[in-house]
């Protein structure tokens, strides 16, 4: 299993950004496929941006496109998920999520994943 630790989250208003930063360790065969999931009060979890680390291969939820970008460092041991023009209900917890994938199709279509990090909490108020 990967191990993940995210931060960077706040409270921000409407319209404003934050960049949120996963490092990420261990085997790179059980963490080459990462995710950001959100979770808001009484909601489920949705894979809002994904990267599969082998090539930089990117997908993102339709809430999201346009506004977050998903990105990596040269050595891929930080994921970093930029957020711009925020809204209201992008209010949630952010967690990092992993697992080891064989190309980026694959992981383009993960939706678990065996490895979490503990979550950073994001609100944005109007």
């Known amino acids: 299993q990967a191990q993940l630790v995210e931060s960077g989250g706040g409270s921000v208003q409407a319209g404003g950004s934050l960049r949120l930063s996963c490092e990420v360790s261990?085997?790179?065969?059980?963490?080459?496929?990462v995710a950001w999931v959100r979770q808001a009060p009484g909601s489920e979890r949705e894979r809002v941006a994904i990267?599969?680390?082998?090539?930089?291969?990117?997908q993102y939820a339709g809430s999201v496109e346009g506004r977050f970008t998903i990105s990596q460092d040269g050595d891929k041991n930080t994921v970093y998920l930029q957020m711009e023009s925020l809204k209201p209900e992008d209010t949630g917890m952010y967690y990092c999520a992993a697992e080891g994938d064989y190309d980026h199709w694959a992981c383009l279509d993960r939706t678990d994943f065996g490895s979490w990090g503990q979550g950073t909490q994001v609100t944005v108020s109007s």
């Open positions: 261990g085997d790179e065969n059980t963490r080459n496929c």
């Open positions: 990267i599969f680390q082998g090539d930089g291969v990117t």
